[in-house]
C-alpha cells in the first residue's frame, strides 16, 4: 500500500512538470496580480503617430505663417496712417514748391530718384522737408535741417572745411562734404555714401545718422517706405532687414534775407548765393 501511494506521488508530480509550461505559456501576461483580470495594452501604430506629429507640426507653421500675414497687414494699415498724417502737415503752397524742386533735381542731377515726402514717417518725430528726400546709388539722403528738427539735434556748418556738425545729448557726429570718413564723438568711421551739396541742401546718409543717434530704421519695399523707429521700443522684426540701404545726406543753405539783415547765422557761400545752413 505504501509503494503505491509512493508511485501516485511520484506520477502526480511527473504530470505537473509536464503541464506547468503550457499552462506559463498560454497564460496571459497582463493579468493584473490584484484582481486577477487581463489589463488592455494599447498598441501604438509607428505610422500613425508619425503622422500626428507631422499635422501637428503642420499646423503650427500655418499658424505661424497667419500671424505674419496679420502682423504685416497690420504694419501696413499703421505705415498707411503716418504717411497720410505726414502728407497733411503740408500746404498746398508748399507741396507746390517741393513738386518745383523735383523737377529741378531731376534736370539737374542724374542717377536720382526722389523720394515723396510722405515716405519717410515716424510715430514719435514730425519731419517737414523743404526740398524732398532722394535716393542715390541705393542711399537715401535727406536735408539736415528736417532731421535736426525732428530729432531735436543741433547742427552747426563750418563754410571754411566743409563740415556739418550734428550734436543730439552726448553724441556728436561730423561730416564732411563729398568724403566718406565721418567722425562719431572724435572716433573716425567709414560711410558709404558721403554728405554732398544738392539743390543748395546739405544731405546726409539717412541710415548712419540716424542708427549713431540709438534709432532704427525699417524699409518697406513694396511702398518704399522709411520708418524711423526708436531702438528701445523696436521689437525684432520680420523685415528680412533687407531695409533698403537708406542714407541721409545734408547740406541746408537757406535765409538770404537773414544773412542779408545781418543776423549773424553762420552762413555759407554757393553759387553766389549765401544760405544759413541751421
Excluded: H
Excluded at 546718409?205 to 519695399?221: A, C, M, S
Aim: hydrophobic share 35%; aromatic share 4%; proline share 3%.
Amino acid at each position: 500500500m505504501q509503494k503505491f501511494k509512493n508511485i501516485s506521488i511520484c506520477l502526480l508530480a511527473f504530470l505537473m512538470v509536464l503541464v506547468y509550461p503550457t499552462y506559463s505559456l498560454a497564460k496571459p501576461k497582463n493579468v493584473d496580480k490584484g484582481t486577477g483580470k487581463v489589463k488592455t495594452i494599447e498598441t501604438k501604430n509607428p505610422g500613425s503617430v508619425k503622422q500626428k506629429n507631422v499635422m501637428e507640426t503642420s499646423d503650427t507653421g500655418g499658424q505661424q505663417a497667419q500671424d505674419k500675414k496679420a502682423e504685416k497687414q497690420d504694419m501696413k494699415v499703421s505705415i498707411k496712417a503716418l504717411k497720410e498724417a505726414a502728407k497733411n502737415a503740408y500746404s498746398s503752397e508748399e507741396i507746390e514748391k517741393l513738386q518745383q524742386q523735383v523737377a529741378e533735381l531731376k534736370a539737374t542731377y542724374s542717377g536720382i530718384k526722389t523720394l515723396p515726402i510722405e515716405n519717410i514717417v515716424s510715430k514719435n518725430m514730425k519731419m517737414k522737408f523743404d526740398t524732398p528726400p532722394v535716393i542715390k546709388d541705393g542711399r537715401t539722403l535727406i536735408p539736415v535741417r528736417a532731421l535736426t528738427e525732428a530729432f531735436g539735434a543741433t547742427v552747426d556748418w563750418n563754410s571754411e572745411t566743409k563740415k556739418v556738425t550734428i550734436i543730439k545729448g552726448d553724441i556728436e557726429i561730423i561730416l564732411k562734404i563729398d568724403s566718406k570718413t565721418a567722425t562719431v564723438n572724435g572716433e573716425e568711421v567709414t560711410i558709404d555714401a558721403p554728405a554732398e551739396i544738392m539743390n543748395k541742401r546739405t544731405v546726409i546718409p539717412l541710415r548712419f545718422i540716424v542708427e549713431q543717434l540709438g534709432l532704427k530704421i525699417n524699409w518697406d519695399e513694396e511702398t518704399e517706405t522709411i520708418e524711423i523707429v526708436d531702438e528701445e521700443e523696436a521689437t525684432e522684426e520680420t523685415t528680412d532687414e533687407n531695409e533698403g540701404e537708406a542714407s541721409e545726406e545734408i547740406y541746408d543753405e537757406e535765409k538770404e534775407a537773414e544773412a542779408a539783415d545781418g543776423s549773424g547765422e553762420e552762413t555759407i557761400e554757393e553759387n553766389n548765393t549765401t544760405e544759413d545752413l541751421a
